[in-house]
């Protein structure tokens, strides 16, 4: 059995149009940001052995330079993009700070051939600004998408040991903020080829 991970129910029903009936793959929405995700994970996991392979699944912004929005990313790895400590020489990571690691690997799922592979920023802070959008893509030259919860879906199968992916539906570009550039409609739409394309993989 397969499990989706989302945030919110409108990401649970475009996951779920797409499921063919009778596939193995339940979809569960487990909250905005990191600490949710991971909760809800882990709460999971834990009520339901048979489960085989996690996915974190949502919209996300997109580093304009590398996909365009209502694409899909596929994570190859997925990173805690401001989990660490600021400082006058800049960012440092936790794994700078010695106390663990901000990326965790992702399962090579062989699906959505389209899809624009790369690494998903996990952020707490969703990225407001030209200036952080600029900072992350030159911290992180292999990201091609920012969400809120893939990190912590994946601490909480790694603890399980739990293969996990993260696929992202890019609804907006990471950069100023501004709210009429958002095209929500269509990467709802493509996260139902999410959910098709999950049933064609053993559960
Ligand atoms: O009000 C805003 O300016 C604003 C901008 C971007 C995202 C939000 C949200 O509250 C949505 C968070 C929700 O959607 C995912 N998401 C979508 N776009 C982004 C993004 O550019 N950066 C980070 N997360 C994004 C995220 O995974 C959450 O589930 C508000």
Known sequence: ???????????????????????????????VGPAAAAAGTAWYLARNPGITTVLSAGIAGGL????????????????????????????LTLDDLGFGATSLPTADLKILPDAVRGAVLTVSTVTGTAARAEALAERYPDAVAEGMEG????????????????????????????????????????????????????G
């Open 1 to 31: 059995m397969i499990l989706v991970v989302t945030a919110v129910e409108a990401e649970r029903a475009a996951v779920l149009r797409g499921v063919p009936t009778g596939a193995p793959v339940e979809v569960l929405a487990a909250g």
């Open 64 to 91: 304009v330079t590398r996909i365009q929005l209502g694409a899909l990313a596929v994570a190859t790895r997925s990173v805690a993009a401001d989990l660490g400590a600021d400082s006058p020489g800049g960012f």
């Open 151 to 202: 990190f912590g879906v994946a601490t909480a199968c790694a603890l399980a040991g739990v293969p996990f992916g993260e696929v992202r539906a890019i609804s907006n570009p990471v950069g100023p903020r501004d709210r009429a550039a958002w095209r929500i409609g269509p990467a709802l739409d493509a996260l139902a080829e999410v959910g098709a394309a999950l049933a064609t993989l053993d």
